[in-house]
């Protein structure tokens, strides 16, 4: 298990915003303001732009939305019911840090599920679908290559929620979308203590654009699944125990 001073020193090193104001989707004052609230903080959670162990107060989230503390207070409540936020003995809200154990297990489950979305919505990705996963993918080489843990987080969920949503099954694009709520902000470390220079994920990523072109779900199922085992390789010997 990494020291805790080491775990701090390269979230530092992933987040050269740290100490500033929190980055969240702001919301529209159409819906109510407590679940767009919920839906920003999800966003960022799903997408790495929250730490393992960084504290959320009600205060903090009502400023950065510009809402009132009663939505902020309401959406932070719903996250901890729901076990996606941890809480502290003095009752603030943080960021969970995965331990190995979870994070096997929400593995075991991605690699069924994301696989079944990828073959299931392979047929239904578009041209126009394929020409914007090749944008991503070429930006999320430049973001990753420049050690930009935000944008690289970021585009890295659109690229595979890109393909998971042609599968036009709702439910398990809700279960999706829950596994990642769990593992995005982990995700960091791999731009930290896990970083790979040579971006092996990307061969994967290149591999399911292939898939795509060549309407082969079977290949893509294989492409989604051999970049999911990459990364856990790569994330697992940094968590704790």
């Known amino acids: 298990m990494p020291a805790k001073a080491e775990i701090e020193s ?20 159409v819906d109510s303001l407590g679940d767009q609230a919920v839906t920003s903080l999800r966003g960022a959670l799903r997408r790495g732009a929250l730490l393992p162990g960084q504290r959320l107060t ?26 996606v936020l941890d809480q502290t003995p003095d009752r ?25 979305a990828a073959r299931e919505g392979c047929a239904r990705l578009s041209a126009s679908d394929l020409e914007r996963l090749k944008e991503l993918y070429e930006r999320h080489a430049s973001a990753y290559r420049s050690r930009d843990a935000r944008t690289s987080l970021r585009l890295n969920e659109e690229f595979h929620f890109t393909i998971y949503g042609a599968c036009a099954m709702p439910t398990l694009l809700q279960i999706l979308e829950t596994m990642w709520l ?3 902000p982990s995700m960091n470390f791999l731009f930290t203590a896990s ?28 492409a989604v699944r051999g970049d ?11 968590l704790p125990d």
């Open 58 to 83: 009600v205060r903090e989230i009502a400023d950065t939305l510009d809402i009132s503390l009663t939505p902020a207070r309401e959406a932070l409540n719903r996250l901890l019911a729901e076990g």
């Open 10 to 29: 390269d979230f530092e090193r992933a987040s050269p915003e740290k100490g500033t104001a929190l980055k969240l989707a702001k919301v529209n004052r």
């Open 228 to 238: 999911l085992i990459d990364g856990r390789a790569r994330l697992t010997r940094h």
């Open 92 to 116: 603030v809200a943080v960021v969970p840090l995965l331990t190995k154990e979870r994070y096997g297990e929400i593995c075991a489950i991605r690699l069924d599920l994301e696989g079944m």
């Open 182 to 184: 769990r593992v995005g």
């Open 195 to 222: 970083y790979d220079p040579d971006w092996t994920g990307g061969s994967h990523h290149r591999a399911m654009l292939d898939a795509i072109a060549a309407g082969d779900a079977t290949a893509l199922e294989r």
